[in-house]
């Protein structure tokens, strides 16, 4: 126990003068024994000293032993109490820290505008949707309407005519359902019909024509078109045969020498017929004119095909015949080829009084139309007009109703 670094001098000093005072009584002890013996009163109160020393002794040394037990207990509490005490410190000073930058931020901070719950939902924005949808829906739909208009460059109204040439309408032909009895050409069959619609409109062109131009009373007009197969044929016989109807001596000829259809109309030989006439000679005119079964139409069929026909046209025997015949008719209608095919019809162009040009409905083409025009005002030809053919109901009636009416007004 004393050399235990752990007791201090203090706690054993009492143990050590005790274990002095032990020593002392035993070496007196043994010299007493030299003289005594062990039952003499001296050696009898030295043992008892001895013993009583000894009992003091253990006593003391239990007294340090639990002193130290009871050290080393208060040395661990005092450990633990110094590490919590700092534990403590550290939380509080943290706390501290906290409640101060609480306090920074509470005074920083200020209340600008109270957040509300919106009566209206954030999404779907119904009002712009709809805004944005009315925009796209407008562009999309006159987007495709541009593209799908210039897709089909074709003519599909009567005031296309006028806005793409600045030619004037002289009327516009309903398109008509072919009838299954082929033994009288459609042709004639609409001559045929008084109340027809197809019928009427013819009337109205004719009246159109000679209203609007008094000085073609007596005349000669050229029927063409831009291309093949727009109706020249038909209008060439429905027109003829209108004017006949209404009295004028009329002379139909068929000058388109690539595609010669007249005679068919009329189920006449082809044979003996313009050309035949232009090789032969003037004087014998009635072998070559035949008359039809409509009173005062008169046919002259294009007859054997020339290897030229342009140059044939363009003879002066041509100009003569064309001279002697208009003493003989009223008018003088003739069936030419397109002109954008071959030059026929430009050629006889200049040498006639006025020329018409068919317009097929949704068929002809602007740019072949205003070629076509072109090419008659380069040879300065009198183009007195257009007109549309095959027209098909839109958007509940013809448009020739207009025109006609139209026609008539002036
Ligand atoms: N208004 C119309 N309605 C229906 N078919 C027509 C009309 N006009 C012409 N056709 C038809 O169109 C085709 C071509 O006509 P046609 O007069 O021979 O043309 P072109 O002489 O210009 O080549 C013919 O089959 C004809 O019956
Ligand atoms: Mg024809």
């Known amino acids: ?76 509490l005092k450990r633990e109490v110094e590490t919590s005490k700092a534990i403590y410190e550290s939380l509080l000073n943290r706390l501290k820290e906290t409640r101060s930058i609480q306090n920074l931020r ?59 040439l600045g030619l004037p309408i002289l009327g516009t032909i309903p398109l008509y359902k072919q009838k299954k009895d082929r033994s009288v050409h459609p042709a004639l069959s609409i001559l045929t019909n008084s109340h027809s619609r197809v019928l009427e409109s013819y009337r109205a062109i004719k009246a159109n024509l000679t209203l609007s131009n008094p000085d073609l009373s007596k005349r000669l007009l050229l029927v063409t078109s831009s291309v093949p197969n727009e109706g ?26 690539r595609h010669p259809n007249l005679h068919q109309v009329f189920g006449i030989q082809r044979t003996n017929g313009l050309s035949d006439l232009l090789a032969e000679g003037v004087q014998n005119l009635h072998n070559y004119i035949k008359s039809t079964e409509i009173e005062n139409l008169d046919l002259l069929t294009c007859g054997s095909l020339p290897p030229d026909p342009a140059e044939l046209l363009g003879t002066k025997k041509m100009e003569e015949v064309i001279q002697d015949l208009s003493k003989r ?35 002809t083409h602007r740019k072949a139309l205003q070629r076509a025009k072109e090419a008659l005002e380069g040879v300065n030809a009198r183009i007195l007009g257009a007109v549309l053919n095959m027209v098909t109901p839109r958007g509940g009636g013809y448009y020739y109703y207009y025109y006609y009416h139209y026609g008539e007004k002036s």
Do not use: C, W
């Open 106 to 164: 509470l005074t920083n901070i200020r209340v600008v505008d109270r957040a509300t719950v919106p009566d209206k939902p954030v999404r779907p924005k119904k009002k712009m949707n709809l805004i944005l949808a009315l925009f796209i829906g407008l562009f999309l739909s006159t987007g495709t309407a541009l593209f799908i208009e210039n897709l089909d460059l074709s003519i599909k109204e009567p005031d296309e005519v006028q806005k793409y």
């Open 329 to 363: 008719y009223d008018r003088i209608i003739f069936d030419a080829p397109p002109v954008l095919a071959v030059t026929d019809a430009l050629v006889l162009s200049t040498r006639v009084d006025g020329v018409i040009i068919i317009v097929r409905f949704e068929y």
């Open 232 to 257: 020249k044929s038909v209008f060439s016989v429905g027109l003829a045969g209108v004017m006949a109807r209404a009295g004028e001596k009329v002379l139909l000829v068929d000058v388109d020498f």
């Open 1 to 76: 126990i004393i050399d235990d670094p752990t007791t201090t001098s203090e706690d054993t000093a009492l143990l050590n003068k005790l274990i002095e005072r032990k020593a002392e009584l035993e070496t007196e002890l043994a010299q007493q024994l030299n003289y005594f013996k062990e039952k003499h009163p001296i050696i009898k109160g030295l043992r008892s000293e001895l013993n009583s020393i000894n009992k003091k002794i253990e006593e003391e040394r239990q007294r340090i032993l639990t002193l130290k037990k009871k050290a080393i207990q208060y040395r661990i």
